[in-house]
């Protein structure tokens, strides 16, 4: 019996012990506004339901209708490529990225290119291809990686460009700067696949805009 008493004693002690070592794992990004660890002091840029933590050596330019004024993308441009962001309203709970991921590969087979799926940091992302005409006459293969995130009720779909769509090996640097986006849904009712709004920033935070 003391024997026994022991060694429940010491089964307690351990599965005490165990449960005192499990780490919760920290949230990673692309974060939502409302899930940012509490003691985040990171400077964002604002742009309405995108917040863009600044990157070295990458530049954060405006994709602008020239008629509406209206932000229509963001795009993080490098000397070797890009990275173009949208947020979209998405249900809560749901898959939206599933479908856009239809959707896109379809339209790519439509235009003569390919789009093949692919298992990467963010989960399954579509890796593309078009052939393109050049000013001077010439053709050749634009390579693209377009990845889906999804959130709480949106989800954020991030096209890469360049290099880091052709060297997915070394494309890391800019997987990091998708991973620190920041995105704002607001409480607004809007349809599913909707595009989130996207501001101007502050006067004083004016960066660099393309007027489509």
Known sequence: MKFRRKSAELAESEAAAAADAVEVEPV??????????????????DLGSLL?????????????DE???????VVLAGAEGAIELRAFAAPRGGDLWSNVR?????DYAQR?????????????????ALT?????????????????????????????LGRPAAEIDGAGAWE????????????????????LPLTLPPQEQLIERTDA
Request: with cysteine; net charge negative; glycine share 10%.
């Open 28 to 45: 990673t990004g692309p974060y939502d506004v409302d899930d940012l660890p509490a003691d985040d002091d990171v400077q964002r840029l």
């Open 52 to 64: 863009i933590e600044p990157v070295a050596d990458l530049e954060v330019r405006l994709q602008v």
């Open 67 to 73: 008629d509406s004024e209206e932000v229509q993308a």
């Open 102 to 106: 239809t959707k896109i590969a379809a």
């Open 112 to 128: 003569g290119g390919t789009a093949t799926e692919r298992e990467g940091r963010f989960g399954t992302e579509l890796v593309c």
């Open 132 to 160: 393109v005409t050049a000013p001077d006459g010439r053709t050749g293969t634009q390579p693209s990686r377009v990845i889906g995130v999804n959130g709480e009720r949106w989800m954020l779909r991030a096209t890469l």
């Open 176 to 195: 990091d700067a998708i991973e620190r986006v920041v995105v704002r849904r607001g409480a607004q009712a809007m349809p599913v696949g909707a595009e």
